[in-house]
């Protein structure tokens, strides 16, 4: 590994994305979109938006960034850009990292003007600090990253890669508490449950909008969140190949 080199990786990276209008829009305008038309969906329940825009703060970061590393591995990889790359003396690991890097820059820009805008416009409330919540949100978004890193390998196609989605994220959903609690599932989705890192972020959110100040709960789940990235990048650099078939 080559601290320079995952460096000039994570730099390339969003030199490529400064350049790719959609792509910034996908990451800063949609979440906000989504977070006005959600307080406007509960415009008589603030209460309810309390709840549930404080973890889609936390869920926007994850799909976005999953969507956008997965097609853009892929796209590196059909390309022959990723053969011609490793066939310097850059490792994988120097790749994945800095594209973990490059897109947790981006992470701590999306959920800084998705909290904004939730907190400041859109009147979001939380017996926590914000920053505390804008950990969490970048901890999240650098889970999505290295979850679309590690599947874009099992990909042949950009297609192929946003097939991944539905099962990847969909089932987090509907087991992390967005749409019901936890405690009120059956025994098997319970247990299932424990090994969906979105719910840890799910989990980790609740305690800051509960109580004022950081939990044991909160840096737990935090933790496990972390381990959970770093894990998949590891095992993105292990499956990852030099391009597509």
Same mark, same amino acid.
């Given at each position: ?17 400064? @350049?790719? +209008? ?7 305008? /949609? ?7 959600? +307080?406007?969906? *509960? ?20 799909? #976005?960034?999953?969507?956008?590393? #997965? ?6 990889? %059909? ?11 850059? @490792? ?9 890097? $490059?897109? $947790? ?5 999306? $959920?800084?003007?998705? %909290?904004?805008? %939730? &907190? ?19 901890? =999240? ?12 390998? !099992?990909?042949?196609?950009? *297609?192929?890669?946003?097939? !991944?989605?539905?099962? /990847? ?21 319970? %247990?299932? #449950? ?5 719910? &840890? ?9 509960? &109580? ?14 972390? =381990? ?10 292990? =499956? ?6």
């Amino acid at each position: 590994m080559s601290i320079r080199l995952t460096a000039w990786t994570a730099l390339r990276v969003l030199n490529q994305l400064r @350049h790719d +209008r959609r792509t910034i829009g996908l990451i800063l305008v /949609v979440p906000s979109v989504l977070l006005t038309l959600l +307080r406007f969906v *509960f415009d008589n329940r603030p209460d309810i938006f309390d709840q549930i825009g404080l973890l889609l703060l936390g869920i926007f970061p994850f799909v #976005s960034m999953f969507l956008i590393t #997965s097609v853009a591995m892929l796209r590196e990889r %059909a390309s022959g850009t990723l053969e011609r790359l490793l066939s310097m003396p850059l @490792h994988k690991l120097d790749l994945l990292l800095g594209y973990g890097i $490059a897109f $947790a820059a981006v992470a701590v820009v999306q $959920a800084t003007v998705a %909290a904004t805008v %939730a &907190y400041r416009l859109l009147g979001l409330e939380t017996q926590g600090k914000i920053a505390v919540v804008l950990m969490i949100v970048v901890s =999240t978004a650098i889970l999505g990253s290295s979850t679309g890193l590690f599947t874009s390998a !099992f990909a042949r196609t950009e *297609f192929q890669a946003l097939q !991944f989605a539905p099962s /990847v994220i969909i089932p987090q959903l509907l087991l992390c508490g967005l749409f019901w609690p936890r405690e009120e599932m059956a025994g098997p989705l319970q %247990a299932a #449950s424990n090994v969906v890192p979105l719910r &840890y972020a799910a989990e980790a959110l609740g305690e800051v909008g509960t &109580y004022p100040l950081p939990t044991t709960l909160l840096w737990r789940d935090l933790a496990v969140i972390l =381990t959970f990235g770093i894990t998949l990048l590891a095992l993105g650099a292990i =499956t990852l190949r030099r391009r597509s078939q």
